[in-house]
């Protein structure tokens, strides 16, 4: 089994920053891409940034300028600095991994999110 553990969300203000961590646990032979989703009441699921293994990353672009995605592939970890924050960027944010469980096989898998509320 392998489980994404987030941490960090919480009450934010505009122009605030906040930081998300997510840890991942169990059965894991190797991480690949790693990525933030989020996701606000009424609203499609959206890819907010991405990291491959290499460290190459990817943003939307409501993103981009502001969130900063990292990860650390020892700890099978990896992080989102989010500055400069807005109210849209209010929602649930989960992360995301592709974890191989060995060297033959490998799934994707969400963790449970974690609130992001910012509001003056």
């Known amino acids: 089994q392998v489980q994404l553990v987030e941490s960090g969300g919480g009450q934010g203000q505009p122009g605030g920053s906040l930081r998300l961590s997510c840890e991942g646990s169990g059965n894991i032979y190797r991480i690949n891409n790693m990525a933030w989703y989020r996701q606000a009441p009424g609203n499609e699921r959206e890819l907010v940034a991405s990291?491959?293994?290499?460290?190459?990353?990817n943003y939307a672009d409501s993103a981009k300028g502001r969130f900063t995605i990292s990860r650390n592939n020892a700890k099978n970890t990896r992080t989102q600095q989010m500055n400069n924050l807005e109210r849209e960027d209010t929602a649930v944010y989960l992360c995301y991994a592709e974890v191989e469980v060995s060297a033959y096989y490998g799934f994707e898998y969400w963790g449970q999110g974690t609130q992001v509320a910012v509001s003056s």
């Open positions: 990291i491959t293994r290499v460290g190459e990353t």
